[in-house]
């Protein structure tokens, strides 16, 4: 187990469409371990590997786990998800607008329209297919990681960005929870 570095936009590897997972060997193990010692460090709720610097089709996705995190996404918080190969088969047409940060952009938020709620299906860390249903902040995160696996960026998709000031910084992905009216 060991913390990776977290690369930023000026790494090439971060606008890569990333290679799909064919293999969950022991290096794969090993990556999967890494990505979860990196979101802890990082204390995020999300990682794409890309953002380790590994162009491979893996993203890992952890709400936190504290008791104001449990009232609002119930059985959705601390949960750890690690899907390979992720797609969106199923999307709301509702859109919510949010706001998001980026391991890869410390420092700054920016405002995200993102579906309300996505089903993706994948693989689990030993290759076995699965599904989850994601609403509210669990499905912005998973929309969030999954553009990370094509090299797509919230910067490029946001309506506003701005820099934190240095008093509310705080090193998390997606730190702030839906502006819109409470959409979990
Ligand atoms: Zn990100």
Redesign the pocket.
Known sequence: MAIRKIIQPDNPTLRRKARRVISFDRDFQQLVDDMIDTLDEAQGV???AP?IEVSQRVIIVRLPDDEESRKEYGKDAGVLYVVANPEIIKASKEMVEGVEA????PGYYGTVDRHESVVVTGQDRKGKPIRVKAKGWLARVFQ??ID?LDGR??IDIAKEIWEARPEDAQPE?QPAKESASGSS
């Open positions: 999300g990682l794409a953002q980026c391991l890869s952009i969030h990681e990370h960026l919230y992905e």
